[in-house]
């Protein structure tokens, strides 16, 4: 079984490092000329499929904007990321799950097994109940050839009074994120499958990211104002395991499939450009 650290490098190399955000907000469904309903949820997310979904490596709906329309939603949610995985993209579904181990494990179950119809090949994790809580989620994604992406340094300037918080051994609570997930990559070639998710907007971070050796998820890009001129800036050494995520600055150019196509091609080039420089 390959892991999702490889088949995560594989996508990387044949479609670019990008990942592209779905989330349907009521003010993108109205500038695509779309109801804020089922049907219009319906008509955006097979559009941004359409366009962009034989190349794109990674794709990452937002969970809240399918969940809004509770469970009519929730299934598109489901049928849109079989037809991603069935066009070979990656789906990293963004529900940023957490929770006692006890309940993890059903979070785990619902998202990383094979068997569940909401499988996706990763999931966006909350580590404030403690790293060690998250780990029914490590297994599975172990298990199954799954990733998990756990919060660390997150791009909304809220989030800096908790991650930069300094815990009793004297590192910041980031810190402990990720040097625990560095753990669960130790060894992993070609990158490990536990990822850190780290702002594109939050300038130097201050932090050692030199041991994860897995994905660094960095939104943040376009609608929040960061630009891929900044990930040098984040990022210093680690640039060639980030992963750019972008949500409204591609969404925005539709609902034309040309005009998606043509906005997603501009920042993978952007972010290609500043990756392969490493600086
Ligand atoms: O630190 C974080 C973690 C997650 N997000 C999510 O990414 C997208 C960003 O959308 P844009 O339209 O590109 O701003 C959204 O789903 C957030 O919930 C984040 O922004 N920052």
Redesign the pocket.
């Known amino acids: 079984m390959e892991t999702f650290g490889t088949r995560l490098h594989r996508a990387v190399a044949e479609r670019g490092p990008l990942c592209v955000?779905i989330?349907p907000?009521p003010g993108l469904l109205a500038r695509w000329g779309l109801e804020d309903d089922v049907d219009g949820l319906e008509r955006f997310v097979r559009t941004v499929a359409e366009a962009l979904g034989d190349r794109v490596a990674v794709f990452?709906p937002?969970s809240?904007?399918f969940e809004r329309f509770g469970s009519r939603g929730v299934a598109i949610l489901e049928s849109t990321i079989r037809q991603l995985r069935d066009v070979g993209a990656l789906v990293l579904l963004?529900a940023?799950r957490g929770d006692i181990g006890s309940t993890v494990a059903a979070y785990a179950s619902a998202y990383l097994d094979p068997s569940s119809p909401m499988y996706v090949d990763a999931l966006?994790a909350s580590p404030y109940l403690g790293v060690g809580s998250l780990a029914p989620m490590f297994e599975t994604a172990a298990a199954h050839g799954g990733g998990v992406f756990v919060?660390a340094?997150?791009?909304?300037p809220e989030?800096a009074e908790v991650q930069r918080a300094v815990t009793s051994g004297g590192r910041t609570v980031a810190q402990l994120v990720i040097d625990e997930i560095s753990q669960l990559n130790r060894g992993a070639e070609p990158l490990g499958s536990f990822g850190l998710?780290?702002?594109a907007?939050i300038g130097d971070t201050g932090h050692d990211l030199s041991r994860v050796n897995g994905p660094l998820?960095a939104?943040?890009?376009?609608?929040?104002g960061a630009t891929a001129a900044d990930l040098p800036t984040v990022f210093g050494p680690n640039l060639s395991a980030v992963l750019p995520?972008?949500?409204?600055?591609v969404?925005n150019a539709g609902p034309d499939v040309d005009a998606l196509r043509t906005a997603a091609a501009r920042v993978a080039a952007d972010c290609r450009h500043i990756l392969a420089s490493g600086h």
């Open positions: 955000g989330d907000h990452k937002q809240a904007f963004d940023k966006t919060l340094l997150t791009s909304n989030g998710v780290v702002g907007t998820l939104p943040g890009l376009g609608a929040q995520s972008y949500s409204r600055e969404l």
